[in-house]
Structures are given as structure tokens and as C-alpha cells.
């Protein structure tokens, strides 16, 4: 099967700094990851596309220079919480499409947990 | 604009009972429909979805969801309730070809009562 990683699962952090999270396909080559962000007891709202080797495409409302995302490879996808504040602090979760489009359901990866304090 | 709606934040069902958890959609075209689960603190598990063919769709751990077009509904239902299965369950719409955006209802929190 398709798996996603992310890493690291849980993190806490100061106010101002800043916080890179990544995901990762493992066994296949996602060409387009998909960040979301999810509030307590919420839906997962889509904060970005990432496409390998271009620049991400931004939901709106979603600060393009709070939320930087790296698509540097087939495999490897990071989103950088820059300046952090504690209304960043949320359920962050990955996942990708495979590229066979055999599958069309996206796969997740298990969370990132991000605490500023 | 696609949309989802899950019309209810909960749904409490006895254990061995069955159990059907409530889903509209609004899509342009025709609707790719997923139905994922989240445990506390995890990322989502792919279930079952409807991309074509027969309504009725079978998925992991005896879930099933009914494809009704006229009623744009994707209910997700299973025969006999487990107490494992309370989770909190997503329904997600987006439309068909390439890649599309997924847009994901609000989520139902299943509660199996022993």
C-alpha cells in the first residue's frame, strides 16, 4: 500500500521561531502533497497544494509567507511555520496522491501536533 | 463550489446494532465520494469510496455507503456496531479527472455504547 510519513508527530515551540514539518511518501513518488490543518473537533481545511519542482498553489486566506512549503523531490514535501504565534498552534496532517491514479483517495500521513507556547 | 455536509456532530449506537453515519454532497460532474476515519490524534484511514459502477460500495472493517445520486447522499452504514469503531468519520467529495481538490465534510463522532 501507499504510506505517508510525517515527522516529527508531536512538537512545541517558542512564539517568533519558527517550525519546519515534513512529509514524506515511502513508497511511491508523490508528485502533489496536500497540506491541511485541523482545529480542535473540525474539519481538516486544505491550507495548500504542493506540486514537485514548482511552487505551491495556497488556499485563500492562507499567509503564503506564514506557511512556507518546499516540494524539493518526488518523495519529500516540508512546511515551515515561520515566526510562530499560539493561534498556529493545531493538528497539522499530510498526504499525497499516487501517481498511477489507480488510486483515487488521498493518503494521509499521521499528524503533526505543533504547540507554541 | 463543491460542498460536503455531515448533518450530525454525533451518533450514538448500542453495540450489535446497526449504525449509519449521514452524508450530502454538491459537486460539479460527476462526484468521486470517500469515506475516511480518524482515531485521537491520527491521521485519516481511507475506508471505502464511490468512483463508478454499482451504488452500493463495500470497504475495510465491514463498512459499506450507498452511492444515490438523486438524493447527492453517500451515507456510510455497517450491519452490527463494534465498540472499535468509535471514531470520528469524515466524508469527502471532489470531482472526477485528474487532480482535483478533495473537500472534506465537518466529521461525525461515532459513539458505540457498550
Known amino acids: 500500500g501507499a504510506v505517508v510519513s510525517q515527522h516529527p508527530s508531536r512538537v512545541i515551540c517558542k512564539s517568533g521561531t519558527s517550525v519546519k514539518i515534513e512529509c514524506r511518501s515511502l513508497?511511491?513518488?508523490?508528485?502533489?502533497m496536500f497540506w491541511y490543518r485541523q482545529f480542535p473537533k473540525k474539519s481538516l481545511m486544505l491550507m495548500a497544494t504542493?506540486?514537485?519542482?514548482?511552487?505551491?498553489?495556497?488556499e485563500q486566506g492562507v499567509e503564503k509567507d506564514k506557511f512556507l512549503i518546499n516540494h524539493a523531490s518526488l518523495t519529500l514535501s516540508t512546511l515551515t511555520v515561520t515566526s510562530a504565534h499560539p493561534e498556529d498552534s493545531s493538528f497539522y496532517i499530510c498526504?499525497?496522491?499516487?501517481?498511477?491514479?489507480?488510486?483515487?483517495?488521498?493518503?494521509f500521513g499521521p499528524g503533526t501536533r505543533l504547540t507554541v507556547t | 463550489a463543491q460542498s460536503v455536509a455531515q448533518p450530525e456532530d454525533q451518533v450514538n449506537v448500542a453495540e450489535g446494532n446497526p449504525l449509519t453515519v449521514k452524508c450530502t454532497y454538491s459537486v460539479s460532474g460527476n462526484p468521486y465520494l470517500f469515506w475516511y476515519v480518524q482515531y485521537p490524534n491520527r491521521g485519516l484511514q481511507f475506508l471505502l469510496k464511490y468512483i463508478t459502477g454499482d451504488n452500493l460500495v463495500k470497504g475495510s472493517y465491514g463498512f459499506e455507503a450507498e452511492f444515490n445520486k438523486s438524493q447527492t447522499s453517500f451515507h456510510l452504514k455497517k450491519p452490527s456496531a463494534l465498540v472499535s469503531d468509535s471514531a470520528l468519520y469524515f466524508c469527502?467529495?471532489?470531482?472526477?479527472?485528474?487532480?482535483?481538490?478533495?473537500?472534506f465534510g465537518t466529521g461525525t463522532k461515532l459513539q458505540v455504547i457498550p
Open positions: 469527502a467529495v471532489r470531482a472526477s479527472g485528474g487532480y482535483q481538490k478533495v473537500t
Open positions: 498526504s499525497a496522491n499516487h501517481p498511477s491514479q489507480r488510486d483515487h483517495e488521498q493518503y
Open positions: 504542493s506540486n514537485e519542482g514548482s511552487k505551491a498553489t495556497y
Open positions: 513508497d511511491f513518488q508523490a508528485t502533489t
